[in-house]
């Protein structure tokens, strides 16, 4: 089994003893800071070397055509990419006269420490230049999730045994040199020298300053970045500012007696805007510095401590049994939580502000994996992500309008909002990203009863996508409403007739938006919502078509899915896998091969549509045909395993999402971390494991545990209340620690809990036998390592 090496397996840190260079780009994801607006990348505070240097703020990007060797209608000119922004971390160092540099001299330690529950990362160092010099150095680090422009840094020098002279110096650099990508499609578009220089200057006050500005060449976003300084060291000491085009840099130098300290306390301020003029912007970054400074770096790691002790107090997961898995899923809620916080109506990309794999783009990853993670433990966050893509229904629209379609179709990919996918099949196609959107939406409202959101996103979102499957689909001879040449989830099936997955969610959609629509009359009708507009939604509702092999008794994933010969798994060599990399997707759209779970995730989230029957049928079906060539699909695969009895294949797919980047499983991390396979770790838990449903009647639990845990404790935030759930192999008890007592179903036995615990028995799950799999893809057994006493 492969372990979390070289992080330890900590509950609440992620440690790393010592430095491999060669697996220095997965760890500058691993190791990096956010607060949804702003994003550091792991990156050594010296600059060099460095696998991937990356600062990010969200939704500043850069346009970059789309060539066609064919252009066709309605196809996206321009995408858009996410660009590596003013680099406010670089601290250099020289130990008389030679740079710091962990290639050269003798590196006696280094340490890195990502503590989940301060919300820093530490870096320790010893090491003695050619010459011969030791030095210590320390390194803390934090993206504040109070002061949403503010980074901050507090680097401390210490000659070891001798008095050294130091010279630091703190710099902010625009226009690094960024590395050659790979071929893999997937990995971001490099863009050389993105920022064009606007005005700098450097300030030698109390505290000495730097601002930048710069603006992007093609999509005009204007950017302002600055630090200021806490400088504190001996008596024979001079500090210096100086600013160019593309470098503002502080510089101390200092004679320091040996065991005394050189402390620098680095404050970095970030804003951006499409409007606003450079004066407004640099007095932006200038007040946010001061509002740093008044707070102080001790005030800054106490409110940043109190932020995360309360988003633990309603989102902690508590793991009795596999020290590893406890670890990954806390590393997993604090990177989706850093990847939302503060993003206050920007997207969620896919890999957070942690990298620029897949151009920094959003997906439908974002509504159907990470916003229900969002919605039970910081549901604020939820709303805003909502929030953003109701700000971009204009365009949504006119999309629509585009495609000869009404409503709104909102981007496959994107930034901005506008479409960013090149590639029509596995794009546009895959319309079901607006019923996941409405889902996301529903969820939230029943999570939250927010009748503000209610009212001014939820209904409009579910008006224009409802417009959208109305026009989109169409009633056969046969009285069916079908929806035809779609794409599913699974993008080795691309523009197919009734996708299963798509079907059940339009279904859902388009029932949700009537019966809202008929509860908020008068905000439908000023959205133009008619008595027939609403009910021609329920008709399609009720009519959808559930395609179904009557021969096989299973679920097509599409019309005629079940006919198409299967791909030969065993003649297909282990290193051709993402098989999207090594085969033409015409072998791949006629052949019976399921890329990520589509049936599946359909009976994860509309398992009120199947019965207990054709779940195991259908999951044991398509389990042999689904190869996973995306990181979203062993959560889901937890998910159902659990539900239909396949526990401990539930487990092993668990490990998968949970371990995919602290183990580096797609071997892409360096890229930036994959936030729904994070999300989906949790989902497994609770979901999985916890057996949690939304269900009409409220909240249903359905726990049970594999053979490989001794327990599961998990928090979640509900209808403005904390519940605590704690789940034994026998028994499973609920406990209320804040809000008002509220109704449940365990295993579809109703109670109401309160903040005295209750508890009831779990009976044994019928032991299954595990289904067959793909020759050369199956799941990765995982044994679970055991807990010790914390």
């Known amino acids: 089994m492969i372990k979390n090496e070289p992080y330890g397996a900590e509950p609440w840190t992620l440690n790393e003893s010592s430095l491999d260079l060669s697996m220095l780009a997965q760890s500058e994801s691993v190791f990096a800071l956010s607060n949804g607006h702003l994003g550091l990348r792991g990156n050594l505070d010296e600059g060099e070397p460095s696998g991937l240097p990356g600062t990010y703020l969200n939704s500043l990007y850069e346009d970059r055509p789309l060539p066609y060797a064919e252009a066709g209608y309605g196809f996206p000119d321009l995408g858009q990419t996410v660009i590596n922004v003013t680099n406010g971390k670089i601290i250099r160092l020289l130990v008389d006269d030679e740079p710091f540099d962990i290639r050269y001299g003798t590196l006696r330690s280094h340490t890195r420490t990502l503590d989940m529950r301060a919300g820093t990362l530490t870096r320790n160092v010893t090491w003695t230049s050619p010459a011969g010099h030791t030095v210590k150095i320390t390194s803390v680090r934090l993206v504040s999730l109070t002061q949403r422009a503010i980074a901050a840094i507090c680097y401390t020098v210490t000659p070891v045994d001798e008095p050294l002279r130091l010279v630091v110096m703190s710099e902010i650099v625009a226009n690094e040199e960024m590395p050659v990508t790979a071929k893999d499609p997937r990995a971001a578009a490099m863009l050389a020298e993105p920022l064009v220089s606007e005005e700098h200057l450097a300030i030698d006050g109390k505290p000495p300053r730097a601002v930048l500005v710069h603006s992007t060449r093609s999509s005009k976003l204007r950017l302002a970045a600055g630090m200021a300084h806490d400088v504190r060291g001996p008596e024979r000491m001079t500090v210096h500012s100086e600013s160019f085009p593309d470098l503002g840099r502080l510089m101390v130098a200092a004679e320091v007696p040996a065991g005394e300290e050189l402390r620098l306390i680095k404050y970095l301020g970030y804003g951006w805007s499409a409007q606003r003029s450079r004066p407004a912007l640099i007095d932006q970054v200038s007040g946010a510095l001061a509002a740093a400074e008044l707070t102080g770096w001790q005030g800054l790691l106490d409110e940043q401590r109190a932020y995360l002790d309360a988003f633990w107090e309603g989102a902690d997961v508590e793991v009795d049994g596999d020290v590893e898995?406890?670890?990954?899923?806390?590393?997993?809620?604090?990177h989706i939580l850093q990847a939302a916080a503060r993003a206050e109506l920007r997207p969620v990309p896919a890999k957070g502000l942690t990298g620029t794999g897949y151009d920094g783009h959003t997906f439908w990853d974002t509504e159907a994996f990470v916003l229900p993670v969002?919605?039970?433990?910081?549901?604020?966050?939820?709303?805003?992500?909502?929030?953003?893509?109701?700000?971009?229904?204009?365009?949504?629209?006119?999309?629509?309008?585009?495609l000869g379609l009404k409503g709104a179709a909102f981007a496959w990919r994107t930034i901005h909002g506008e479409e960013c996918s090149g590639y029509w099949p596995a794009g546009t196609a895959a319309f079901?990203?607006?019923?996941?959107?409405a889902a996301a939406v529903v969820k939230y409202l029943d999570a939250t009863s927010d009748a503000d959101f209610e009212r001014e996103v939820g209904?409009?979102?579910?008006?224009?996508?409802?417009?959208?499957?109305?026009s989109l689909g169409q009633h056969d001879a046969n009285g069916k409403f079908r929806i035809e040449g779609v794409t599913g989830?699974?993008?080795y099936s691309a523009v197919k007739d009734n996708n299963l997955y798509t079907n059940l969610m339009?279904?859902?959609n388009l029932a949700a938006a009537a019966d809202l629509a008929v509860k908020l009359t008068d905000a439908a009708r000023e959205l133009d919502v008619s008595n027939e507009e609403a009910a021609a939604w329920r008709d399609a509702a009720a009519d959808i078509y559930i395609p179904y092999d009557e021969r096989l008794g299973v679920h097509p994933q599409h019309d005629g899915f079940t006919d198409y010969a299967r791909w030969d798994f065993a003649a297909t060599p282990p290193d051709h896998y993402p098989l999207l990399l090594h085969y033409p997707y015409f072998q791949l759209y006629r052949k019976q091969v399921v890329k990520q779970a589509d049936v599946v995730l359909a009976m994860q989230l509309r398992g009120d549509a199947f019965t207990p029957e054709q779940k195991l049928r259908n999951f044991d079906y398509y389990e042999p045909l689904t190869v996973r060539d995306s990181s979203l699909s062993?959560?889901?695969?937890?998910?159902?395993?659990?539900?239909?009895?396949?526990l401990e294949l539930a487990h092993d797919y668990l490990a998968e999402a949970a371990f995919m980047d602290l183990q580096d499983r797609e071997h892409n991390t360096k890229d930036g971390l994959h936030i729904a396979s994070l999300a989906g770790a949790w989902t497994a838990l609770v979901g999985g494991f916890g057996g949690v449903r939304c269900a009409a009647e409220g909240l249903a639990f359905v726990p049970r545990l594999p053979p490989g845990l001794a327990g599961l404790t998990f928090r979640m935030r509900y209808q403005g209340r904390i519940i605590?759930?704690?789940?034994?192999?026998?028994?499973?008890?609920?406990?209320l620690l804040a809000g008002d007592p509220l109704p449940i179903t365990h295993h579809g036995h109703p109670l109401t809990i309160g903040p005295d615990k209750m508890t009831r028995e779990i009976t044994a799950p019928k032991q299954l036998p595990a289904p067959a799999q793909p020759a050369g893809r199956a799941s990765q057994p995982h044994s679970s390592p055991s807990s010790e006493t914390r």
């Not at 433990?377 to 999309?399: E, G, M, N, Y």
């Not at 062993?634 to 396949?646: L, N």
């Not at 605590?724 to 406990?735: G, N």
Request: glycine content about 2%.
């Open 374 to 402: 969002l919605t039970y433990t910081q549901p604020a966050a939820a709303a805003d992500a909502l929030r953003w893509r109701h700000s971009t229904l204009p365009i949504a629209k006119q999309h629509a309008a585009d």
């Open 325 to 334: 898995i406890q670890q990954a899923v806390r590393f997993g809620l604090f």
């Open 634 to 646: 062993a959560c889901s695969q937890s998910v159902m395993a659990a539900e239909v009895g396949h």
């Open 459 to 470: 209904l409009p979102l579910l008006v224009e996508t409802a417009r959208l499957w109305r």
């Open 724 to 735: 605590r759930v704690h789940v034994t192999h026998h028994e499973a008890s609920y406990q």
């Open 432 to 437: 079901h990203i607006n019923a996941d959107i």
């Open 489 to 491: 989830p699974d993008e």
């Open 506 to 508: 339009a279904q859902a």
